[in-house]
């Protein structure tokens, strides 16, 4: 049974970092491209980031490239998100997603205000 269960996320101060996890089971992790997206109420579910199952290439959306860095341990099957510079405007559930069967994980809040 595919399974993300995503950890991290909060409330953080104007160009502070946070990292988010998101831990995977029942399916080859690393030979799948894994992603992020956020949601806002009035956003319908943006893509982030992805990056393919070796690690070694992600792409960004324009709107965090340069602040965000998406990452995966294929040793512990855990794929990462970390997210520098943040601004109010990065407020939103983020939810990572697998490329095998297209599960979502849970979602996690992140607010960013001062």
């Known amino acids: 049974q595919v399974q993300l269960v995503q950890s991290g996320g909060g409330l953080v101060q104007p160009g502070r970092s946070l990292r988010l996890s998101c831990a995977a089971s029942?399916?080859?992790?690393?030979?799948?491209?894994m992603s992020w997206y956020r949601q806002t109420p009035e956003v319908e579910r943006e893509w982030v980031a992805q990056?393919?199952?070796?690690?070694?290439?992600?792409d960004y959306a324009a709107s965090v490239k340069g602040r965000f860095t998406i990452s995966r341990d294929n040793a512990k099957n855990i794929l990462y998100l970390q997210m520098d510079d943040l601004k109010p405007e990065d407020t939103a559930v983020y939810y990572c997603?697998?490329?095998?069967?297209?599960?979502w994980g849970q979602g996690s809040q992140v607010t960013v205000s001062s």
């Open positions: 990056i393919t199952g070796s690690g070694d290439s992600a």
């Open positions: 029942g399916f080859p992790f690393s030979a799948y491209v």
């Open positions: 997603r697998d490329h095998f069967i297209g599960r």
